[in-house]
Each structure stands twice: as C-alpha cells, then as structure tokens.
C-alpha cells in the first residue's frame, strides 16, 4: 500500500464518491427547482411521507439547521447541505489518490463527521419531519461505506509501516 491504494479501495472510492456527487448534485437541483416554482415536484419525490424536495427545503436542508440558529437565515455559510455533500466528496476522492498517512488520517476524520452528520440527520427526517427521503437515506450509507474504506486504508497503511520499519 505504499504507493497506491488497493485495487478494490479505489473501485470502492470512486464508485461511492461518484454516486455521491450525483446524489449530492441532483439533490441541490431539486432544492433550487422547488424554490424557483413552489409547485415542482420532483422524481423523488414518491408520496406525502416520501419527500425529498420537503426534507431539502426545510430548515434542515441547509446548514444542518444549525447554521441559522447561530449566524443566520441568509448568511453565506448557510448552505445547503448538498453544496456541503459536492465539497465533501470532491475531497474523499481527491485525498483517496494520496498514500499518504496524513491524508488517510483526514479522510477517516472527515468520514466520522460525515457520520455524525447523517446520524444527526436521520434522526431528523425520522422524528421531527416524519418523513422517509431516498436521496438522504442512500447519501447516509454511502458515508457509512467511505468510513469504513477510510479505517481501512489507515490500517493499511499502519500495518505497512510497522512491517516496514
């Protein structure tokens, strides 16, 4: 593992990030379709408890809903959560190229917040919007796939260097 990842590691990687992309991407389509006509139904959206556009629309669409809480509504670093998904698996996949045992260490940080993250907004979409959204629940396991390639890779490349020094 020295010099490049697992063969099966880099499938894994590109596979998840990219379906991550066009997840996260397809998601800020919706949120900006609904916004600029309130009527827009989208894809995904299957029923009145199956709802993408409503979960992306809420307060928890962007920034957690958190954000606002602390800034506000219209602050720049109340996002979406999607732009947040596009940053984070750009980054999963440009670090996911390094050997590195300080990027692995970062992917591995970066894939426990985005669990945290998902657990958070599970709990959310669940409890407070009653509400099941595909998009949502298939971005939740792929950042639960990406931590555990990301462990994976780090115990790699720690067994590489006990084995090598």
């Excluded at 408890?49 to 920034?63: A, I, L, P």
């Excluded at 947040?84 to 670090?95: E, R, W």
């Excluded at 050997?99 to 998902?118: E, P």
Aim: charged share 15%; with cysteine; net charge positive.
């Amino acid at each position: 593992m020295a010099g490049r990842a697992p063969c099966w590691e880099r499938a894994a990687r590109w596979s998840l990030c990219t379906l991550g992309m066009l997840l996260s991407v397809y998601a800020l389509h919706v949120e900006l379709s609904r916004e600029r006509d309130p009527g827009y139904r989208a894809m995904c959206d299957l029923g009145a408890s199956v709802s993408c556009s409503k979960v992306f629309t809420s307060r928890w669409g962007r920034g957690f809903g958190l954000v606002q809480l602390v800034l506000s509504k219209e602050n720049i670093l109340n996002q979406p959560n999607s732009v947040l998904g596009i940053i984070f698996y750009t980054l999963q996949l440009a670090l996911g190229q390094s050997a590195s045992s300080r990027a692995a260490l970062f992917l591995v940080f970066s894939s426990w917040v985005s669990v945290a993250g998902s657990l958070y907004l599970a709990g959310v979409l669940l409890f407070i919007l009653e509400d099941l959204c595909l998009v949502c629940v298939t971005t939740y396991l792929i950042n639960f796939a990406l931590l555990y390639t990301n462990l994976r890779r780090k115990r790699g490349l720690t067994l590489a260097k006990e084995k090598a020094g």
